[in-house]
């Protein structure tokens, strides 16, 4: 598993390994420094004869710089040290490496308003290492902070950034006012959440992630609750299919979707689930509609409501009737917002004790109306920006600015998994737990992928997977189809043909868990 640590949580982690384990901080920054050479001759080939411009600011990440320098000179190369701040201003562990390099024959320069000679170091180098900002960053980046980032970004020249590119927020990934654009991030001890959410993700470059000497001990027991999605995480969570299964030993999904002109989000949904291997499905559909989706979508049952063109309160008994031996239920993609069919859904989602899926117009009908939940399953909610901006009463960009802190938050007060569509979709837990997919490409941005969504997560529920499960697994293998498609054209593949990827895209994942726990 891949922990996220974010800034503070890294804070303690550095302050438990020093203060509790008694490994020095220069122990640390040896290590960190060390690594980061490492890592930039194995990317860049040797590094002998080579000038290269590090440019330095304050605190423990100039001290990092620092030590790189030394390291770089030990494997022949030039370095080039342009410091940003005073050198009085260095202290501790930065301040002594500091004191080491000055008795080598590493060229110090320090940068005031004047860029001339960095300009002039930078026509001559080869690469650029970024030491100005850590993680610890929390303010504006302007003066001449960001003059040197622009001209950093503005040479061409690869840089490797020192733990994160400075000027980006790590807790949220977001840019400080300026932002150092790495080819190459080599960050220490663990991942941090900025560097997987956009658009922090875009300036990171190649991640690295090197282990400094932190202790396992310390991180095991710092309680993160972070984790990046990947490959192995998720494939512990699929179920075995037994040879002597039936249709009935994968559960029964009842979908509760669509209207007049949006009949497609419905059999997107239906297709989802039954190509995430649900048993059966079952379509609850306006009177009027009831015939296209027979038609349209064969492997699927349905049984008509009373509404012509939408769901009503009318619906409600027959709903219940319907509940009978389904195992979950998806509510919302294509339903509509009239004022009955709002009505409805609140009714539905505050009464039925079903793992249940609210996801489209579901949660514009709910978004008035949305009490927290205590106890009975986990109920998920799947909303894009748009839809979270409004069930929150935040606008899209605040949603976009603080994506992981609004999930988690959302999800704690209401009592719900949370999953916050878009670029590293973030799935999160009531209880304070949080990951961020790592699968999924450009090419999804097209209608209709959510409501395939809607089906898969739906169908997993159905299957008997918990939520959290059901949300993380779905997520993940959601993306993955897409990525299939990727292969063959960054754009322009359809909903419904990501949705017929995923019997494929769940037999890799099942092939390469095997493999590895196979592997001698």
């Not at 170091?121 to 303010?139: P, Q, Y």
């Not at 590119?165 to 959440?193: E, F, H, R, W």
């Not at 976009?400 to 670029?423: D, M, N, P």
């Amino acid at each position: 598993m891949i922990k996220l640590a974010a800034a503070e949580v890294m804070r303690r982690l550095d302050a438990a390994a020093i203060n509790d384990y008694g490994i020095p901080g220069i122990v640390l920054m040896e290590n960190a420094g060390r690594s980061t050479v490492d890592i930039i001759q194995a990317h860049y080939g040797p590094l002998n004869g080579k000038k290269i411009t590090v440019v330095t600011g304050p605190g423990n990440n100039g001290g990092d710089g620092l030590v790189i320098a030394r390291y770089l000179h030990q494997l022949g190369a030039v370095p080039r040290v342009f410091m940003l701040v005073p050198a009085a201003k260095m202290t501790g562990d930065a301040a002594l490496n500091l004191s080491i390099v000055r008795k080598l024959p590493i060229e110090l320069r320090q940068v005031a308003d004047d860029l001339s000679e960095l300009k002039a170091a930078l026509r001559e180098s080869k690469l650029v290492v970024d030491a100005i900002f850590g993680t610890g960053l929390r303010r504006e980046v302007g003066g001449r902070f960001a003059a040197v980032i622009g001209l950093l970004n503005n040479s061409r020249l690869p840089v490797t950034a020192v733990d994160i590119p400075s000027g980006l927020n790590s807790d949220n990934g977001q840019v400080m006012g300026a932002g150092i654009k790495a080819a190459l991030t080599v960050t220490y001890g663990l991942a941090k959440p900025g560097q997987i959410i956009y658009p922090g993700a875009d300036l990171i470059g190649r991640l690295e992630v090197v282990d400094i000497g932190i202790p396992p001990e310390v991180v095991e027991g710092a309680g993160i609750n972070l984790e990046l999605l990947r490959q192995p995480e998720v494939s512990a969570l699929l179920h075995e299919r037994p040879a002597n299964s039936h249709k009935g030993s994968f559960g029964h999904l009842l979908v509760l979707a669509g209207s007049h002109g949006k009949t497609g989000a419905a059999i997107l949904c239906a297709q989802g689930a039954l190509r995430a291997g649900t048993g059966l499905v079952t379509m609850g559909s306006p009177r009027a509609l009831n015939t296209i989706y027979e038609t349209r979508l064969a492997e699927a049952m349905t049984f008509p409501l009373s509404g012509d063109n939408f769901l009503t309160m009318d619906d409600y008994p027959a709903i219940l009737q319907a509940l009978s031996g389904k195992k979950a239920v998806v509510l919302g993609p294509g339903l509509g917002q009239d004022t009955t069919t709002r009505d409805l859904v609140v009714k539905l989602y505050n009464e039925l004790e079903i793992p249940m899926l609210i996801d489209a117009d579901g949660l514009n009908c709910l978004k008035d109306d949305l009490r927290p939940r205590a106890g009975g399953p986990w109920r998920v909610l799947t909303p894009h920006p748009g839809e979270m901006a409004r069930l929150t009463g935040m606008s899209s960009r605040d949603i976009q600015t603080r994506r992981l802190e609004t999930a988690l938050s959302f999800a704690r007060r209401q009592g719900v998994i949370l999953v916050l569509k878009g670029a590293a979709t973030i799935i999160a837990h009531p209880q304070g737990m949080a990951a961020i997919n790592s699968s999924g490409n450009p090419g999804m941005a097209a209608g209709g992928m959510g409501d395939v969504l809607s089906g898969i997560i739906g169908g997993l529920l159905a299957q008997g997977l918990s939520a959290w499960d059901a949300a993380r697994l779905g997520v993940y293998i959601h993306g993955w189809a897409a990525d299939r498609l990727a292969g063959q054209a960054t754009a322009g593949f359809l909903a419904s043909e990501v949705a017929n990827e995923v019997p494929l895209a769940f037999k890799e994942l099942r092939n390469r868990s095997a493999e590895a726990t196979n592997y001698p």
